[in-house]
């Protein structure tokens, strides 16, 4: 997977063993262990419980995968030029 963003440019790779994040700029990567399937993942995901991120806490779960609780403060998009809110429960 590519992302490229105003900001940011990178690569994600999965062989079904291992993520790999690498910046196209950075001069670094990031690489861990993934479990072996797409299901597997999400499975690991939903089961984890929170996970604290750089833009809040995260907290999959079977019937949530936007992830963001209450308390990761507040989320913004911009829609039609203006900010607008968006819940986060």
């Not at 062989?15 to 001069?27: I, Q």
């Not at 995260?58 to 203006?82: I, K, M, R």
């Amino acid at each position: 997977m590519e992302i490229d963003a105003d900001r940011r440019h990178e690569h994600i790779y999965y062989d079904g063993k291992t993520f790999s994040l690498v910046p196209e700029k950075a001069g670094y990567y990031a690489q861990f262990a993934a479990p072996p399937t797409l299901t597997a993942l999400k499975d690991a995901l939903e089961s984890v419980g929170r996970i604290p991120v750089s833009q809040g806490v995260l907290n999959y779960t079977p019937t949530d995968h936007f992830g963001f609780t209450p308390d990761t403060g507040v989320l913004v998009t911009v829609a039609n030029g203006d900010w607008k809110l968006v819940p986060t429960k």
